[in-house]
């Protein structure tokens, strides 16, 4: 069974940065679609960015994408979630997750298709 594992939320300002970072039990790292995905009380988890094998990203919304960079170094077998200008809408429970064996350019775009993730890690933004 993989394990996945989210490190480096916590509490930052309203304009604040935070990089997540996400590593995985697998020696194949490399062999992992790998993608961020968030849940706020109350609401549906929904998805932030995904990266595919090869290292093409994809956000979900263009806010994410002018704010928020995914990136992955399979030497570390890390996924990291760099985030810029963090808003209260921003605060949730931040979930990594890993799926295997997908196409070395396909991205991995919805939560159905993943099957292993983390605990998540709690981000919330205030002043």
């Known amino acids: 069974q993989v394990q996945v594992v989210e490190s480096g939320g916590g509490l930052v300002q309203p304009g604040g940065s935070l990089t997540l970072a996400c590593t995985i039990s697998?020696?194949?790292?490399?062999?992992?679609?790998m993608g961020w995905f968030r849940q706020a009380p109350g609401s549906e988890r929904e998805g932030v960015a995904v990266?595919?094998?090869?290292?093409?990203?994809?956000y979900a919304t263009n806010s994410f994408l002018a704010r928020f960079r995914i990136s992955r170094d399979d030497a570390k077998k890390t996924v990291t979630l760099q985030m810029n200008n963090l808003q209260p809408e921003d605060t949730a429970m931040y979930y990594c997750?890993?799926?295997?064996?997908?196409?070395?350019?396909?991205?991995?775009?919805?939560?159905?298709?993943?099957?292993?993730w983390g605990q998540g890690t709690q981000v919330t933004v205030s002043s």
């Open positions: 997750a890993a799926e295997r064996d997908r196409a070395w350019d396909e991205l991995v775009l919805s939560a159905r298709d993943y099957r292993y």
């Open positions: 697998s020696a194949n790292f490399d062999l992992y679609a």
């Open positions: 990266v595919s094998r090869s290292g093409i990203p994809e």
